[in-house]
């Protein structure tokens, strides 16, 4: 039951003070708090902002990334089901927003990202997805971090153009029988323009309607552009473009991010844009 520790852990341990800057950080301010095991390796390595508009297929990434580094894959969307579902006392506070249909303020949505890391599985790291939104999310993020020490490893922005986002988002169609997705270019349906698994008739959602996905992109731009240079001024700011083949993304953010998180030191000579 309680073998967590026994489990070879302490091995962790000795990769701090590896490259200077991740060491310095990892353990300052720990030794008052004793009797907890657990929180020597608390490094944090492979802490990881992922930025990218809705549609540049940011989920997908943040999934295989996580996988790859061996860090939780951590989604706004599932921080706030898991909170509710667990009934802290944040995850209440937000119910109640989410119920009268209001937006959850910022503090709650960052004192439950703050709970979720906290978890055992963050210990090296994680992959944050669909969060931070706003430099105030994002200002906060790093004040919940510098507490214990750590700081974001890596912000790594994903870039589509908005006309190739339009493109795929007002694409895509849904069987509204059997759920089924299609794209009217990359993945079409029959002849007959019906669902070819059920013959029932497709629809396109709402926030898939060209106009929408338009203003979705307005207001991420006008709050992610900040973001940006926020990282970017911290020197963990990194970039990667979104390709139309799956793969090709991948292999792009799985360099990026070993550059990135190989060279701590070499904050800000890279991913200028320039070469
Ligand atoms: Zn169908």
Request: with cysteine; aromatic share 4%.
């Amino acid at each position: 039951m309680m073998n967590d520790s026994s489990k070879g852990q302490a091995g962790n341990a000795g990769n701090a003070g590896q490259a200077g800057h991740v060491g310095q950080a990892g353990n300052a301010g720990q030794a008052g708090q004793a009797g907890n095991a657990g929180q020597a390796g608390r490094g944090g390595r492979f802490n990881i902002v992922l930025l990218g508009a809705p549609g540049a297929g940011k989920g997908t990434q943040a999934g295989l990334i996580a996988q790859r580094y061996g860090v939780p894959h951590i989604s706004t969307g599932e921080i706030f089901r898991d909170a509710m579902k667990a009934g802290t006392p944040l995850g209440e506070a937000a119910k109640a927003y989410v119920e009268s249909g209001g937006l959850v303020p910022d503090d709650i949505t960052v004192g439950m990202v703050d709970e979720r890391l906290k978890k055992g599985d963050a210990a090296d790291g994680f992959v944050l997805d669909g969060f931070p939104r706003t430099l105030a999310q994002a200002e906060a993020l790093d004040g919940r971090l510098a507490a214990s020490g750590q700081k974001v490893a890596v912000a790594l922005n994903i870039h589509v153009e908005d006309a190739d986002i339009v493109r795929r988002l007002a694409g895509r169609r849904m069987c509204k029988a059997c759920q089924k997705p299609y794209h009217v270019v990359y993945n079409p349906p029959g002849k007959d323009g019906a669902c070819g698994a059920c013959g029932g008739e497709l629809i396109q959602r709402a926030d898939d309607e060209e106009s929408t996905v338009r203003e979705r992109l307005a207001v991420y731009h006008s709050k992610t552009a900040p973001l940006i240079e926020y990282y970017r001024e911290r020197g963990v700011f990194a970039e990667a473009m979104g390709h139309e083949i799956l793969d090709e993304t991948t292999q792009e953010v799985y360099d990026v991010l070993a550059k990135a998180l190989g060279g701590v030191g070499e904050a800000g000579s890279c991913c200028g844009g320039g070469s």
